[in-house]
């Protein structure tokens, strides 16, 4: 009898550990997650300055095409960051991103790319630079002719005729919205089915991390700048004294 209840007591010890590192573990998730958002909002305020508010929004509604706040944030900056690099400005780039991502979204959707959306999202921004070649698995067929006259409809040719590198980018990308025109809304067309259920179903429960890790985050921040300054005391002492 006593050597059971000494093994009882042993399994429930295990037990209470295994549910302290779940607990531990998933607390660290959570931070972690929030940490990121929190870092993807700081950079939507420097790639897009006052049109960041309107990113920040699409991304907390990014749930709906299978994006967590945090994924639908670093998408948008890094489309925000090349526009900007090429020449667009600030505000044409807030637009212009969610556009891209959500038409992303329906093509990994539509077309059922096995990376989904992230996959789409480079192959956009390669096809976007120049590189034709990723997009042609998507159904999308642009080149060097049919840039320059959709620059020439939109009327960014300069009256030389030459193409800024902004003009080529944003005639791309016109072209590249009008040949995946095909599958716009697909993602929210087919949301019951399994692949966009499960997407979705990611993105909510990666939001719900973030919710969890923003309340652990001060905490956890408040210890590791407590050690730090424990660090900084260790490090100031004096050396050993020397014998005289």
Do not use: C, H
Not at 83 to 101: C, H, M, V, Y
Not at 163 to 180: D, G, T
Not at 210 to 222: A, C, D, K, M, T
């Amino acid at each position: 009898g006593a050597g059971g209840g000494a093994l009882g007591g042993l399994a429930s010890a295990f037990a209470a550990e295994r549910v302290f590192r779940t607990l531990t573990t998933a607390i660290g998730s959570s931070v972690s997650a929030a940490s990121d958002l929190n870092e993807q909002i700081s950079a939507s305020e420097v790639v897009f300055g006052r049109s960041a508010g309107a990113i920040q929004r699409f991304a907390d509604s990014a749930a709906d095409i299978g994006l967590a706040k945090d994924q639908a944030l670093a998408a948008a900056n890094n489309f925000g960051s090349l526009f900007t690099a090429l020449g667009i400005t600030r505000q044409r780039a807030a637009q212009l991103g969610p556009t891209l991502i959500q038409r992303a979204a329906d093509l990994a959707s539509f077309r059922n790319v096995a990376g989904g959306t992230d996959e789409v999202i480079q192959r956009l921004s390669s096809g976007i630079v120049g590189e034709v070649e990723p997009l042609r698995r998507l159904g999308i067929a642009i080149n060097e002719t049919t840039v320059k006259e959709k620059a020439r409809q939109l009327g960014l040719v300069s009256s030389t005729g030459t193409l800024s590198e902004s003009a080529k980018v944003q005639a791309r990308i016109a072209l590249i919205l009008e040949q995946s025109s095909i599958a716009a809304g697909d993602f929210a067309r087919t949301q019951d089915g399994l692949a966009n259920s499960q997407r979705r179903l990611a993105a909510e429960f990666r939001n719900v991390q973030i919710e969890v890790g923003q309340r652990f985050l001060p905490v956890v921040l408040s210890g590791v700048q407590g050690l730090g300054d424990m660090l900084d005391v260790f490090t100031a002492l004096p050396g050993p004294v020397q014998s005289v």
